[in-house]
T-cell receptor, first 114, second 113 residues
Framework: DTGVSQNPRHKITKRGQNVTFRCDPISEHNRLYWYRQTLGQGPEFLTYFQNEAQLEKSRLLSDRFSAERPKGSFSTLEIQRTEQGDSAMYLC????????????FGPGTRLTVT | KQEVTQIPAALSVPEGENLVLNCSFTDSAIYNLQWFRQDPGKGLTSLLLIQSSQREQTSGRLNASLDKSSGRSTLYIAASQPGDSATYLCAVYGREGAQKLVFGQGTRLTINP
């Protein structure tokens, strides 16, 4: 059984460039979440998918951010025209349909915008 | 709006001590509460999950309690070891249908040999 995987693990980009991150959830988990974590803070919710449907988005998710989960399996998070303030750890989590609601997190993608 | 606070922000203790980490939340209408561990530069590892109907959960040297009415949870670590050094985060899940975890800022724990 593999856990949640994320790629790449680290990304360094110049301001103004576009970046895309991928998350592969635990197989058969139909719920998928993206969170962002800045240094010294707890993660903050960005967006949530149930199967392929994006059901909730945070106000943190500006127009430069877009997330997809085209076939209800893996998900991508794209940031357009990156800014230095986008530097953070981007975490993906998944959970099953059961009633316990336990979320399982991936290792994260560390983004540095120079 | 749900807010989660963890005190203290950092804690340093000698090896072998028992310790308690605190978590408080403003809205008592939660569905469950999770405690996580995070090593530097890594993702989150789930330690314990307490459902709203439960008072505590135990796993090895860890015990987590939940008092919904007062909006508090504690994580008790027995016989601490240097390998327990990490940041500990608590997160609450809102009422069923609110599909996200709300996290505290974490407690950075250092166990000195």
């Amino acid at each position: 059984d593999t856990g949640v995987s994320q790629n790449p693990r680290h990304k360094i980009t110049k301001r103004g460039q576009n970046v895309t991150f991928r998350c592969d959830p635990i197989s058969e988990h139909n719920r998928l979440y993206w969170y962002r974590q800045t240094l010294g803070q707890g993660p903050e919710f960005l967006t949530y998918f149930q199967n392929e449907a994006q059901l909730e988005k945070s106000r943190l998710l500006s127009d430069r951010f877009s997330a997809e989960r085209p076939k209800g399996s893996f998900s991508t998070l794209e940031i357009q025209r990156t800014e230095q303030g986008d530097s953070a750890m981007y975490l993906c989590a998944s959970r099953s349909w059961d009633s316990i609601y336990e979320q399982y997190f991936g290792p994260g993608t560390r983004l540095t915008v120079t | 709006k749900q807010e989660v606070t963890q005190i203290p922000a950092a804690l340093s203790v000698p090896e072998g001590e028992n310790l308690v980490l605190n978590c408080s939340f403003t809205d008592s209408a939660i569905y469950n509460l999770q405690w996580f561990r995070q090593d530097p530069g890594k993702g989150l590892t789930s330690l314990l999950l307490i459902q709203s109907s439960q008072r505590e959960q135990t796993s090895g040297r860890l015990n987590a309690s939940l008092d919904k009415s007062s909006g508090r949870s504690t994580l008790y670590i027995a016989a601490s070891q240097p390998g327990d050094s990490a940041t500990y985060l608590c997160a609450v899940y809102g009422r069923e249908g609110a599909q996200k975890l709300v996290f505290g800022q974490g407690t950075r724990l250092t166990i000195n040999p």
